[in-house]
């Protein structure tokens, strides 16, 4: 079974901090995103990467930077929290490969909450 | 513009009974696929079925069937015999073919859900 772990399913920071999600799937897929996900406004994309060290914005990227440098690690970094970044955040992963007809694989999120 | 629109918010329906969740979408790419999640209030993302923009049936997994119709854009996720463990938000995504200058045709598109509640 695939399996996408998220560090924390819950996490309070505070204005200003700098927040580290952390990421990591056991299948070797090629492909990771963050999403995040909010009330009436479904999962919108931040970030994704289809191979270590490559990375590509997503609909809603500022205020977000993102790390990989091996190929099960895919980090979401909050430069400066916000508190309109206070959110559910999922991460997931996919096969790469000719066709893109793969599921995405999710981890259980965390629910990140800047005060 | 919003690529996958889903104009339910939130249905209801009783238990047994069949229901129909809506999703049309909208690209000019004519390879894409189109994906239905269920999300419990646990928040675990649980993929269901997936169409293929060329595949010519509808796609069936167990009590799950989209109702694929090209030519109007829609990608409607049929539930018979709902169960209570239906109740949760349903998510409709696609993703589109992959563009000629990065791998971004991986990525999903996502709409903003439907509540489904089960009643006994």
């Known amino acids: 079974d695939v399996k996408v772990t998220q560090s924390s399913r819950y996490l309070v920071k505070r204005t200003g901090e700098k927040v580290f999600l952390e990421c990591v799937q056991d299948m070797d897929h090629e492909n990771m995103f963050w999403y995040r996900q909010d009330p009436g406004l479904g999962l919108r994309l931040i970030y994704f990467s289809y191979d270590v060290k490559m990375k590509e914005k997503g609909d809603i990227p500022e205020g977000y930077s993102v790390s990989r440098e091996k190929k099960e690690r895919f980090s979401l970094i909050l430069e400066s929290a916000s508190t309109n970044q206070t959110s559910m955040y999922l991460c997931?992963?996919?096969?790469?490969?000719?066709?893109?007809?793969?599921?995405?694989?999710f981890g259980p999120g965390t629910r990140l909450t800047v005060t | 513009a919003q690529k996958i629109t889903q104009t339910q918010p939130g249905m209801f329906v009783q238990e047994k009974e069949a229901v129909t969740l809506d999703c049309t979408y909208d690209?000019?790419?004519?390879?894409?696929?189109l994906f239905w999640y269920k999300q419990p209030s646990s928040g675990e993302m649980i993929f269901l079925i997936y169409q293929g923009s060329y595949d010519q049936q509808n796609a069936t997994e167990g009590r799950y069937s989209l109702n694929f119709q090209k030519a109007r854009k829609s990608a409607n996720l049929v539930i018979s015999a709902s169960q209570l463990g239906d109740s949760a938000m349903y998510f409709c995504?696609?993703?589109?073919?992959?563009?000629?200058?990065?791998?971004?045709?991986?990525?999903?598109?996502f709409g903003k859900g439907t509540s489904l509640l089960v009643t006994p």
């Open positions: 997931a992963s996919t096969p790469g490969g000719a066709g893109g007809d793969y599921e995405q694989y």
């Open positions: 690209t000019s790419d004519p390879s894409y696929g």
């Open positions: 995504a696609m993703r589109e073919g992959p563009s000629t200058n990065s791998n971004s045709g991986y990525a999903l598109n």
